[in-house]
């Protein structure tokens, strides 16, 4: 299910069971329809999104939403939560929001298809229609956009899921709250193979390869070392993961630096557009419906700015909408291909967000959900990327992971209103994700970090 | 009345080296200078001619003795004491005029720019370099430039002029030349000057009385000679003199012989 | 009759031009078959549809690139597209400001060093340890305390180009003829009028040359901050430049570089030709 479902139905799963369907056709099924979107008008789809966030924070357990709507019915229950959660001004309040506190606002990218509704916004309007003044700014590195984050010079960030995560808990950095409001893309992510190594695509073989991945805290460097775990390779013995900016890794995939990367597009694109790769395997073919990278904002420019806050969250939620529908993918490449944004060709921009594509090994190849524009931040999402920093080491010693989870990936004001009028908060919701054939149960965390063989605890 | 200038007990040493005894320069050096005399100092390399000006200069310190200047000790360089030094030492980014304008300055700095062109004019022509005035030292020959230095130190009218071996670096003509305009500047000006030379005919031409030192370690003030020549001697005629032979004679004999025996003799 | 000059002159052109022949056929497209069919060759580059990887561009491909910011220096198409007169200017206004604040602190505290024996040994050592400093090291604990990106990159230019002025200053006061000092002590010269009229004329080619030596620094730290830290900036255009993999604008932003040091190295060879006296 989707942001823009809704959650006074008892029938709907609000929890995306995305990777539990063994049929595309399910899977289709439980995907946004472009009629679903078309029909409401864009005020209607705010009042959705907050009032799917108040349900998902009064019943974190969907199981439990369901039963209470099945019990009372939906008005009934409409006005029990709004008893409690002024729903009607939390709507209004997000759909028109207060007088912008701030007009004029940086938001830091890299310059990859990931960060589409963030670019997009600019060019197409999405934040002039909101009454912001954004300058998206083109920033060298993950670690420099960390940076500017965190010394105010940005005042939002695209950035990958796990930063917010290790910004949060101070991995890396000095602990500085964090929030994510919005997931920018899921999918979108690539394994790319070295042209010469076409007849070596059982990873079996791949001893002694040399990866990159953009960032250690990316979904890019746990989905690969996942991949390899799964085949029996060990990511730190087997075969060495580097650190290298996008940029140079089709430059030194071409030099023979390296055999291989997992890299957010449109670099992989951009490998077989000069023939210097082939796309080995796509991300969604891992894990369907994976996140990666986020829209960020520091807790403190929330609170002291709440209504620009809200503004540029609509902006963003609007402009991943709009991305979300095929139709509209060939307009939104030509309107961030050039050099103000990602600067490169339109054919490869256009191949990765329309998903017909050159696979570098001669065949052309159609998956027109090689990129999803979803922005929910599950819980379940944040729990997951957490085992996995935890399995390689990343993060040491215990991990409060539904706390972490919950203050990170989502916030809301309903969650604290529940606590403070005395009523219990239950446990994060088991919300199950598919990883490679093997199931993910966000309830219980150490069990799954327990099952590898393959980790670094 | 005491003499213009004055010194005592002079005595120079240097530290010896590795717990070895002690340098001796120069030792017990007394003399007097009267107001408007030419005095020239000959000695040998090493007898400490040089220090003994630098002192009557302030820029060094003896290592015993004193020195008085028109009643007061000396303790430090001043604008009284104008020097002209050996290698002329002009600033190479000056101009000829801005060399000599800087002295003119830092001994009146309340002058208006006109007086101080004034002044500093006065002194190019004295020194025959009327032409040169906006010349870099570099553009200059070795003779214009000591021309120079001498201007600069008339030019602040110090009460007494150091010269050390101003014209040891120009050749005989050259330095012929500028002798005489020197006599011709200190006979108009009467100006109290301390010359160092090794040119025995130059001591003769220009001083009044001439200190003969001996021969260093422990050097002295071994003889002080007063010259017989009458005061409107020039180089042309002077040796035609009867007397200039034997004081020549004798500073040589000096220089030649006894200058050595001195300190054995003593 | 052709002059020593002229010779000089046509040698370089010679030069040049045997250069760029040798580049021309060293880039030279080979001829390839297109090997893969009409639809997918639409949507790969040139090289890849004859199964090669895409190349390094010919010095033909790099003249067009080079006349097209040429002929357009000042566009500016949004936030991170302007034309590269305007990065230009940006990046010589950053090392004109951290040039410009070095010499500031440089040349008096060079002074004080030159002039004090006691000031030269305990100053001496953090010198020593301050100078090897590369700037990239130097850039993430200036991002880190000073925040500000622009500010940092002014930052990392000044304490990266002011050893060469503040050794070249202290040497060359305490070089200055001796000579010339016991002149001001006979014409009892004030301190301050030494260092003014004295001083600092005596020192000025050794200073002048660390200026030199300084702004050539300042000019290599500036390409190399602004690649890390992005923004504005002829650093910031080549980084941008290869994110594209367009290894032609790339060569042109390097021509620009290797120009402007050019340029900026020439002007302060005028002034130290000004300040030099012959002895």
């Known amino acids: 299910m989707s942001i823009f479902s809704n959650p006074f139905d008892s029938k709907l799963r609000l929890r995306c069971s995305c990777g539990q369907h063994v049929s595309a056709a399910e899977h289709e099924a439980s995907q946004i329809s472009s009629s679903e979107l078309s029909d409401r008008s864009s005020e209607a789809l705010n009042a959705r999104v907050v009032e799917q966030a108040v349900m998902r924070a009064v019943f974190p357990q969907d199981d439990m939403r369901r039963r209470f709507l099945q019990a009372v019915g939906a008005p009934a229950a409409l006005a029990a939560v709004s008893a409690i959660f002024p729903m009607a001004f939390a709507k209004e309040a997000f759909a028109q929001g207060g007088k912008l506190e701030k007009t004029n606002l940086k938001v830091g990218f890299i310059p990859i298809t990931c960060a589409t509704p963030i670019i997009m916004a600019d060019p197409m309007g999405f934040y002039k229609k909101q009454g912001l003044n954004v300058e998206v700014v083109k920033t060298a590195g993950w670690a420099v956009v960390r940076d500017k984050a965190l010394n105010k010079e940005y005042d939002a960030a695209h950035m990958l899921s796990p930063m917010p995560l290790a910004i949060s808990m101070g991995a890396g950095a000095s602990p500085t709250p964090y929030t994510v409001p919005a997931i920018e893309n899921i999918n979108g992510q690539a394994i790319t193979l070295a042209v010469k190594h076409k007849g070596k695509r059982n990873p079996k073989d791949w001893k002694g390869f040399k990866f990159a991945v953009p960032f250690d805290y990316s979904m890019h460097n746990y989905l690969l070392r996942y991949y390899l775990a799964e085949n029996g390779i060990d990511p730190d013995r087997d075969v060495q993961i580097r650190v290298v900016p996008p940029p140079e890794m089709v430059a030194n995939l071409r030099a023979d630096n390296i055999d291989g990367f997992l890299a957010p597009d449109p670099v992989n694109q951009r490998a077989v557009y000069d023939g210097v790769g082939f796309i080995h395997i796509l991300s969604k073919e891992l894990w369907d419906g994976h996140p990666c990278c986020a829209f960020a904002a520091s807790k403190e420019f929330m609170t002291a700015n709440p209504n620009t806050y809200s503004a540029l969250l609509r902006a963003i939620v609007e402009a991943t909408a709009y991305a979300q529908k095929a139709e509209n993918r060939k307009e939104i490449a030509a309107a961030i291909h050039t050099p103000n944004y990602l600067n490169q060709p339109l054919t490869v921009v256009e191949q990765v967000l329309t998903g017909t594509y050159a696979d570098g090994l001669g065949n052309v190849k159609k998956v027109p959900d090689r990129i999803g524009f979803d922005p929910m931040p599950w819980e379940s999402f944040a729990v997951w990327i957490m085992t996995q920093m935890q399995r390689w080491g990343q993060v040491k010693g215990d991990v409060d992971y539904q706390k972490i989870a919950q203050e990170v990936f989502l916030t809301t004001d309903a969650r604290r209103a529940m606590e403070q009028a005395g009523l219990a908060v239950p446990a994060a919701g088991s919300k199950k994700i598919v990883v490679m054939g093997k199931v993910f149960d966000a309830n219980k965390p150490k069990e799954y970090l327990n099952s590898f063989a393959i980790k670094r605890v | ?266 | 009759m052709v002059n020593e000059r002229g010779r000089a002159v046509i040698l370089s052109v010679l030069i040049f031009a045997i250069f760029v022949m040798f580049w021309q056929i060293a880039t030279m497209p080979t001829q390839g078959a297109q090997i893969v069919d009409e639809e997918y060759a639409k949507l790969v580059g040139a090289a890849a549809a004859t199964g090669q990887k895409s190349t390094f561009p010919g010095p033909l491909d790099v003249g067009a690139k080079l006349v097209e910011h040429l002929s357009d220096p000042f566009y500016d198409r949004g936030a991170n597209d302007k034309g590269i007169g305007i990065q230009l200017a940006w990046s010589v206004s950053r090392v004109a400001l951290g040039f410009g604040l070095a010499a500031l602190v440089a040349i008096p505290l060079g002074f004080l060093i030159g002039m004090s024996r006691l000031f030269f040994q305990a100053l001496d050592p953090f010198i020593q340890v301050l100078k090897p400093i590369s700037p990239l090291a130097w850039m993430p604990l200036a991002l880190f305390t000073l925040k500000d990106s622009n500010v940092s990159a002014v930052f990392v230019i000044f304490i990266c180009s002011i050893w060469p002025m503040l050794i070249n200053t202290a040497f060359g006061v305490a070089s200055v003829r001796k000579e010339w000092i016991d002149v001001t002590r006979t014409l009892e010269v004030s301190p301050l009028r030494k260092a003014w009229f004295v001083i600092l004329p005596a020192a000025a080619p050794t200073i002048m040359t660390g200026m030199r030596i300084s702004i050539g620094i300042a000019w290599l730290v500036i390409v190399a901050a602004e690649m890390l830290v992005g923004g504005t900036g002829i650093g910031y255009f080549v980084w941008n430049e290869w994110n594209n993999l367009s290894i032609a604008n790339i060569l042109v932003a390097v021509l620009m570089i290797g120009l402007i040091g050019m340029l900026l190295d020439m002007c302060f060879a005028r002034l130290q030709k000004a300040v030099t006296y012959r002895d």
């Open chain 2, 1 to 266: 009345m005491h003499n213009f200038l004055q010194v005592q007990g002079l005595r120079k040493t240097f530290p010896g080296l590795n717990g070895a005894e002690d340098l001796v320069v120069f030792d017990d050096v007394n003399f007097t200078i009267d107001r408007g005399e030419f005095v020239c100092i000959i000695g040998h390399s090493g007898c400490g001619k040089t220090t003994i000006l630098n002192v009557l200069a302030g820029l060094e310190v003896p290592t015993d003795g004193h020195s008085f200047i028109d009643g007061r000790e000396i303790s430090g360089p001043s604008l009284d004491r104008g020097v002209v030094f050996q290698a002329h030492a002009l600033m190479p980014w000056m101009t000829v005029r801005g060399n000599i304008a800087f002295a003119v300055r830092s001994k009146w700095p309340d002058w208006s720019r006109e007086k101080v062109d004034a002044h500093v004019q006065q002194y190019i022509d004295m020194v025959h370099l009327t032409g040169s005035e906006d010349k870099k030292p570099s553009q200059l020959s070795g003779g214009m430039k000591q021309r120079v230095g001498i201007a600069r130190a008339f030019a602040i009218q110090p009460k007494m002029l150091l010269l050390d071996e101003p014209f040891g670096a120009l050749d005989a003509l050259t330095r012929g030349n500028i002798q005489d305009e020197l006599v011709t500047i200190v006979r108009g000006t009467q100006q109290t000057v301390f010359m160092i030379t090794h040119d025995v005919d130059e001591a003769i031409l220009l001083s009044d009385k001439i200190f003969l030192m001996s021969n260093g370690p422990r050097a002295v003030l071994a003889e002080i000679v007063t010259n017989p020549l009458p005061k409107d001697r020039t180089r042309a005629t002077m040796h035609h003199d009867p007397k200039f032979y034997e004081v020549r004679n004798h500073l040589i004999d000096f220089l030649v012989h006894r200058s050595k025996t001195y300190a054995a003799a003593a």
